[in-house]
């Protein structure tokens, strides 16, 4: 599949520097497979930390998530997405098995659980070299976009 950049910016709002997912893989209406590399000069490389840099598994998190907007946006029916935003209603069942370190490419899955109205709950992962990272529950909602 190898979505470009462009294709995930139609999809999600997510921007530099606060985009963390460099590519689309593969998906189905059930799951996606992101990748994304850390080059080492993410901002928060300065400050986390600065003799020892590993990426925050909050940032972590993000990743995933941002493939499971991902996942939701392309499973919508045309036009379903206008004027809404993909935004994180729960996370539960955390678990860090690796670090992550500058240098590192790690592959993002997110698989559909189950859809409750407005609410999408989900499974993902991050994989480094094969192996299971981080992987966690969590659920998002699509909310109208205001200026409020």
Do not use: S, W
């Amino acid at each position: 599949m190898n979505a470009p950049l462009e294709q995930i910016h139609e999809l999600i709002p997510h921007r530099d520097p606060f985009l963390f997912v460099d590519e689309i893989l593969e998906q189905d209406e059930l799951r996606i497979l992101c990748r994304k590399t850390f080059t080492g000069e993410e901002f928060f490389f300065a400050g986390h930390y600065p003799h020892f840099p590993l990426v925050p598994g909050v940032i972590l998190c993000e990743a995933i998530m941002q493939a499971g907007a991902l996942l939701v946006a392309k499973t919508l029916p045309e036009g379903e997405e206008e004027g809404k935003l993909p935004v994180v209603a729960k996370m539960g069942e955390v678990r860090f098995k690796q670090m992550v370190r500058p240098g590192n490419t790690i592959l993002l899955e997110a698989k559909f659980k189950e859809k409750m109205g407005a609410f999408y709950f989900l499974h993902g992962k991050a994989m480094l070299g094969g192996k299971t990272i981080l992987q966690f529950e969590f659920a998002c909602v699509l909310t109208d976009k205001t200026t409020d």
